[in-house]
């Protein structure tokens, strides 16, 4: 049995770490942030960890496309230390922004070969930011095991529209490693994705929140009943259930 020591990306326009470091906290993992420059002179301190977080928010300030830049860095200095850190199976969490960077990494769909997938912008334009009930898909995800058949988890993004380069990628191969759906069309994304996972169902890439949907009142169609509810411990949400998969994995 072991503690999972979590790390996570912080600095350069991420802007959602202090949420995700307090839910894994809450969950009893060992959590460290670390600045992107950091991390970027010395990509081999993730041979201390078991869990890779990319938290949300605009990674320099969405130049160039969202997660590009970042996604650009780490290619560049940081990918073989993932790579290697993946191969003796870690875990790694990309949410909204950071599933941004892992996409056009490439690290969901084919880690040394052309990239397949890719996020563009919302279909209609226009940044989201509401609640949405998602569906979990049947895959091999370690983080979305034994959930609930629906979800809900907020989205905020420009950038969350999957698309598919299906010369390089099956339509059968991508809905195998499709792990959320919306359950309505929200930003044009191919087949309602929300959420990917790897070959290997070690990587978790989402767009939704699931550190913003640790409490239960924390959604504003739950949270009147949790105020009028009796019990005196605030309850958990669908985002507690997700981070908690990949805290028991090492549990």
Not at 55 to 83: C, H, R, W
Not at 100 to 113: A, D
Not at 175 to 188: E, M, P, R, V
Request: overall charge neutral; aromatic content about 10%; hydrophobic content about 40%.
């Amino acid at each position: 049995m072991v503690t999972p020591n979590v790390f996570v990306l912080s600095g350069e326009g991420i802007n959602c770490e202090p949420e995700t470091i307090y839910a894994f906290t809450q969950l009893g993992a060992k959590v460290t942030h670390v600045h992107v420059s950091q991390f970027l002179s010395n990509p081999s301190q993730l041979e201390n960890y078991q869990i890779l977080v990319f938290p949300g928010g605009f990674s320099y300030g969405d130049e160039l496309g969202s997660g590009q830049v970042l996604a650009l860095k780490l290619n560049t200095k940081g990918k073989q230390a993932i790579l290697k850190f993946y191969d003796r199976g870690g875990l790694i969490l990309g949410i909204c922004n950071g599933f941004q960077v892992l996409v056009k990494m490439g690290l969901l769909t084919s880690p040394t070969g052309p990239k397949t997938v890719t996020l563009a912008p919302n279909h209609p334009e226009g940044f989201i930011d509401k609640w949405v009930d998602l569906k979990v898909g049947q895959s091999h995800c370690i983080w979305t095991q034994e959930l609930p058949s629906q979800i809900r988890l907020p989205i905020r993004h420009g950038e969350g529209r999957l698309v598919l380069d299906d010369k390089l990628i099956t339509h059968e191969q991508f809905l195998k490693q499709g792990a959320l759906f919306y359950t309505q069309d929200i930003n044009g994304s191919l087949f309602q994705t929300a959420g990917l996972t790897d070959a290997k169902g070690q990587i978790l890439g989402l767009m939704p929140h699931p550190e913003a949907a640790f409490f239960k009142d924390l959604d504003p169609m739950q949270r009147a009943s949790c105020l009028n509810s009796q019990n005196l411990k605030r309850e958990y949400g669908d985002g507690y259930l997700i981070l908690k998969n990949g805290v028991n994995a090492f549990l």
